[in-house]
């Protein structure tokens, strides 16, 4: 039932930052469990970060630790990726998707709704 829609991409220098937007409707983001993904051109799927429906979060992937965080507005229905330090290897397509409950990463392909997906492009 519930629809997401990625926003806040864009074209950045490397060392920049981005906050990227997933807002949900037709169901409150607040009753799923929210994971980041990206895809590089080229590259799998590779799992970003998690947050539970309070806004803690249940895994960040090492490539990213440091630099990214998650966090919700479920007033809003929306849950960000503040996105720091950005590296040229941090270019891709960022989906965010929704699930019931945590489940491991791999698993969430055929099991979860789905974003369209935001671009984020870090030059240098």
């Known amino acids: 039932q519930v629809q997401l829609v990625e926003s806040g991409g864009g074209l950045v220098q490397a060392g920049d930052s981005l906050r990227l937007s997933c807002t949900a409707s037709?169901?409150?983001?607040?009753?799923?469990?929210i994971g980041w993904f990206r895809q590089a051109p080229g590259k799998e799927r590779e799992f970003v970060v998690a947050?539970?429906?309070?806004?803690?979060?249940?895994r960040l992937a090492n490539s990213v630790k440091g630099r990214f965080n998650i966090s919700r507005a479920n007033a809003q229905n929306t849950v960000f990726l503040q996105a720091d330090s950005l590296k040229p290897d941090d270019t891709a397509v960022y989906f965010c998707?929704?699930?019931?409950?945590?489940?491991?990463?791999?698993?969430?392909?055929?099991?979860?709704?789905w974003g369209q997906g935001t671009q984020v492009t870090v030059s240098s």
């Open positions: 998707a929704a699930r019931s409950a945590w489940a491991n990463p791999v698993t969430w392909t055929d099991r979860a709704t």
């Open positions: 037709g169901s409150p983001i607040s009753n799923y469990v």
């Open positions: 947050s539970d429906r309070n806004g803690m979060t249940i």
